[in-house]
């Protein structure tokens, strides 16, 4: 073996080994800052940080940059999955730094409207399906309306993905109620807004017979796109303070049971059945 060669297997296992230590991410293409301003053709209205690349992480990879924007409506937040104790403002620090490297990873335009997310309302339990907007919401569910009534304006032409909801996050089902309201009476036609299904709830569920069970009644038509599976779970490692390493596995084997070869992402359209 060549001295070169030699080197060239010793970089590989610590590379190896520090990707095994989630230091490093791995990527096949070079990060890009997108300025805020190119209009996107693609607008993402994400719950949380993290919810874009979860769902359409694939997608944006398999474009070139720019082409996306995400939009994070509950940008405040105290979540991390560490049994360690820290100030809210820690964690909203280290969630925005997370959520700027998977900008630059996935390539998309970010922007945040710093809503409270729901256990900083008072919902300590979100995920309960039994839970529905109340008085505690009223002023997010104004803001969220507002805010999608601007970017219908300000983007007359770009498609909108929405979560469907799977999971019954509460907030996950509030921006998706207030979407379907909103952008229709906004102009936004049917052909232009997606449903996409909500990771890790999709991957993780006992029953898989959405979106009946979470939009009843509902007349939509499946869309299944392939992507590279192996590449998003990598870049689903930039949240480390949000993702288990089963999680991530968990997306990555859902978006390889859709097909696509290497994977696939799903999402729905308006239309009929
Ligand atoms: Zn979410």
Redesign the pocket.
């Known amino acids: 073996m060549s001295e070169a060669a030699a080197v060239a297997r010793a970089d590989r296992r610590t590379v190896v080994r520090l990707s095994q230590r989630d230091l490093v991410v791995l990527w096949p293409r070079a990060e890009a800052v997108i300025d805020p301003r190119t209009p996107p053709r693609r607008i993402f209205l994400s719950?949380?940080f993290d919810?874009a690349p979860l769902c359409a992480g694939g997608r944006m990879l398999a474009g070139p940059p720019g082409v996306w924007r995400t939009v994070v409506f509950f940008s405040r937040s105290a979540f991390w999955r560490f049994r360690v104790e820290r100030d809210e403002a820690f964690i909203a620090l280290l969630r925005l730094a997370e959520e700027r490297h998977a900008a630059r990873l996935f390539g998309y335009a970010l922007e945040t409207a710093g809503l409270a997310e729901a256990p900083l309302r008072g919902r300590p339990d979100p995920l309960n399906p039994a839970e529905k907007p109340d008085s505690r919401d009223r002023e997010v569910i104004e803001a969220v309306r507002r805010l999608l009534a601007s970017l219908a304006a300000r983007f007359p032409d770009a498609r909108f993905a929405v979560p469907m909801g799977i999971g019954h996050?509460i907030?996950?089902r509030i921006l998706r109620d207030a979407a379907l309201a909103v952008l229709p009476s906004c102009g936004v036609g049917r052909d232009r807004i997606e449903l996409c299904e909500d990771l890790p709830y999709a991957a993780t569920a006992r029953r898989r017979v959405w979106p009946p069970t979470v939009l009843p009644g509902a007349r939509l038509k499946p869309r299944v796109e392939a992507v590279r599976a192996d590449w998003k779970a990598e870049g689903l490692r930039a949240y480390f303070s949000q993702l288990h390493a089963e999680q991530i596995a968990a997306v990555e084997q859902y978006a390889r049971s859709l097909g696509g070869g290497f994977g696939a992402e799903r999402f729905w359209l308006a239309g009929s059945a």
């Open positions: 719950p949380h919810d996050h907030d996950h």
